[in-house]
């Protein structure tokens, strides 16, 4: 599992940290049952307190994204068809929030910022 923290965003660490995890469990990066690694080994690994990793992993099991069990690994949990599917949408519209504000103050019509997004999802394949 790669993260990446941007420590200029202005968004809290730990938030950035669940953002990512949600984001990669609905693309399925992350498969259910898929094991994360503890808060001390990513902590280390992002340069981080384990506690601040511990904030980002309990938020996700509150959600229901993560699943702890009693003296076994945090888990990825599986979620059913439609809650996945709901999962990659919400997603989806939190990615392409800031790209509709852009494209609003930026002055593209609707039309056109379509346009924009139709060509670089035909790239991306």
């Known amino acids: 599992m790669r993260l990446r923290l941007d420590p200029s965003s202005g ?6 940290i669940q953002d990512q995890i949600r984001f990669l469990v609905a693309a399925h990066v992350l498969a259910s049952g898929e094991i994360l690694p503890s808060t001390r080994e990513l902590g ?10 511990s904030k980002a992993y309990r938020g996700l099991q509150r959600e229901g994204v993560l699943l702890r ?14 809650d ?9 519209e939190a990615e ?8 609003d103050r930026l002055g593209f019509s609707v039309d056109e910022a379509l ?11």
């Open 44 to 53: 280390a690994r992002l340069g981080l307190n384990p506690m601040t990793i």
């Open 69 to 82: 069990r009693p003296g076994r690994a945090l888990v990825v949990r599986g979620r059913p068809a439609g």
């Open 11 to 16: 968004v809290p660490a730990f938030r950035q």
């Open 84 to 92: 996945a599917a709901a999962a990659r949408r919400t997603e989806l």
């Open 115 to 125: 346009e924009v997004y139709r060509a670089l999802l035909l790239a991306e394949r």
């Open 96 to 103: 392409l929030r800031s790209a509709a504000f852009a494209a």
